[in-house]
C-alpha cells in the first residue's frame, strides 16, 4: 500500500501548519480558553473557512473541496499539534459529513454552503447517557404530530452544542411501521423546548447536556435524502450511514491524537535535554532513554493505525470496517495513555501543572481516548468479532 502523500495534501497539511504556527500559540490558546465566549476563537474559525479547511468535507456539487478522510487526517494531525479548541471535528467533520450522506439537495444547500463559508455551526447530538458506548442505543424518541414530529429525550457531553446555530438529533421514529427506525433531524439550536447546560470538559473544550423537551418540529427537518428513499426506507438505511459518520470521526480523532502524540514526545526530548540532575541532563540517563524509545515505538506504531482508520473509514463492509476501527482505536488509545503517562512522569512534578502545556496534551489525550468509545470497548469489541 502507497503512503506516499501528494503534493496537494502536504502543500494542504503545511498551510494548515503555517497558520498555526503563527496565531495559535500556547499564550494565545490560553487567552481564548480563558475569555472568549464561546469557548473558541471565532477569527480563527473565519481563517479556517478562508483556507478552504470548513468545506474540506463539503462534497464538490454542494460547493465544496470534496476532500478524501486522507485529506481530513493529515489537517487533524495538524490540530492535534496545536491543541485548538475550535469545533473542526464536531461541525466541519461529524456534522457536515452527516448532512452530505443523509441530507436531501434542498437540505444540503440550505446548510452545506453556510457551514462551509463559517456562518453556521452544526454538530450532531448522538450520546446518551448510561450506553455505554454503544452507538445504537438511541432512547430519543419521535412522534408523528400533524406534518411534523414531537422529539423528546437527552443527549449528553455534546461538544460545542452552545456555539451551534443547528443541532443535529438522532432519535427512534415512534410511528405506525417505523417503530423504532432511526433519523436525523436537523433542528435550530434556538427551538422551544431543546434546553442546554453548558459546561468545560477537563480538556478545556466547551460542552453540553441537551434536554429536548417535547420539541415539535416539521418533516422537513428530518434528514431524509438517502438516494430519494421514502422516509421508512430511508430511517431504516440511517442507522448504517450513521455508523459509517462515527467512523468517519474515529478515523479523525486518531489523526487528531497523532498530532499531539508527537508534540508530547518533542516537549519531553527537550526538557530531557535542559533538566540537568547529579551535573548532567536527564536526557543522558540510560533509563529515561529507554522510556523515551518506548514512546517512539507506541506513536509509530499508533501513526500506522491512524492510516489504517483513515483509508478504512468509509469501507462499505461494515464488519470489515469495524474490525479495522476497533483496531486502531485500541492502538492509539493505548499509546495515548503510555505516552501522556511517561511525558508527565518525565518532566516530575512540573508535568502536571497548569503554567506547561504538557498537562494540557495530556488531558486532550484522555479525553481522545475515551471518545468514539474507549480503548477497552474497542477491545472487547475487536475480540467478539475475531471470535
Known amino acids: 500500500m502507497d503512503f506516499t502523500f501528494s503534493e496537494e495534501q502536504l502543500m494542504l497539511q503545511e498551510t494548515t501548519r503555517r497558520v498555526m504556527a503563527k496565531d495559535y500559540g500556547f499564550a494565545a490558546r490560553r487567552q481564548i480558553k480563558e475569555h472568549a465566549r464561546q469557548g473558541f476563537s ?3 474559525w473565519a481563517t479556517f473557512a478562508d483556507l478552504g479547511l470548513l468545506a474540506l468535507n463539503v462534497p464538490e456539487e454542494d460547493g465544496g473541496v470534496g476532500g478524501s478522510a486522507v485529506d481530513t487526517m493529515l489537517v487533524m494531525a495538524v490540530l492535534g499539534e496545536a491543541l485548538v479548541l475550535e469545533p473542526f471535528l464536531a461541525s466541519a467533520v461529524v456534522a457536515t459529513k452527516t448532512i452530505a450522506l443523509l441530507g436531501n439537495s434542498a437540505q444540503r444547500a440550505v446548510l452545506l454552503p453556510a457551514m462551509a463559508a463559517g456562518e453556521k455551526i452544526a454538530v450532531l447530538a448522538h450520546d446518551e447517557a448510561s450506553t455505554r458506548y454503544d452507538w445504537q442505543a438511541v432512547s430519543t424518541t419521535a412522534s408523528p404530530v400533524g406534518n411534523g414530529y414531537v422529539i423528546s429525550g437527552h443527549k449528553c457531553v455534546v461538544s460545542h452544542a452552545c456555539s451551534a446555530d443547528v443541532v443535529l438529533v438522532s432519535a427512534r421514529l415512534a410511528a405506525a411501521g417505523q417503530d423504532g427506525t432511526l ?9 422551544a423546548g431543546l434546553r442546554q447546560v453548558a459546561y468545560t470538559t477537563v480538556d478545556g473544550v ?11 418540529v416539521p418533516a422537513s427537518a428530518m434528514l431524509n435524502g438517502l438516494d430519494g428513499l421514502d422516509n421508512l426506507n430511508g430511517a431504516q438505511d440511517t442507522a448504517a450511514v450513521l455508523g459509517e459518520i462515527l467512523d468517519i470521526g474515529l478515523a479523525a480523532i486518531c489523526a487528531e491524537a497523532i498530532g499531539a502524540l508527537d508534540k508530547m514526545l518533542a516537549g519531553t526530548i527537550d526538557y530531557a535535554k535542559t533538566r540537568k540532575q547529579f551535573g548532567q541532563p536527564i536526557g543522558k540517563f540510560q533509563a529515561l532513554q529507554h522510556r523515551m524509545a518506548d514512546m517512539v515505538l507506541h506513536i509509530e ?3 500506522s493505525m491512524a492510516y489504517l482508520a483513515a483509508v478504512s473509514c468509509q469501507e462499505p463492509d461494515a464488519a470489515v470496517r469495524s474490525r479495522a476501527m476497533s483496531a486502531a482505536k485500541v492502538v492509539v488509545g493505548q499509546a495515548c495513555r503510555f505516552v501522556g503517562q511517561q511525558a508527565v512522569q518525565l518532566h516530575g512534578g512540573m508535568g502536571v501543572t497548569d503554567e506547561l502545556d504538557i498537562s494540557h496534551y495530556f488531558k486532550r489525550l484522555m479525553a481522545i481516548e475515551l471518545q468514539f468509545g474507549s ?13
Open 42 to 44: 471565532p477569527a480563527l
Open 183 to 191: 433519523a436525523v433531524f436537523a433542528i435550530p439550536a434556538d427551538t
Open 206 to 216: 466547551r460542552a453540553s447536556d441537551v434536554w429536548l423537551e417535547q420539541v415539535y
Open 301 to 303: 506504531q499508533a501513526r
Open 375 to 387: 480503548t477497552d470497548h474497542h477491545l472487547e469489541l475487536f475480540a467478539r468479532q475475531m471470535r
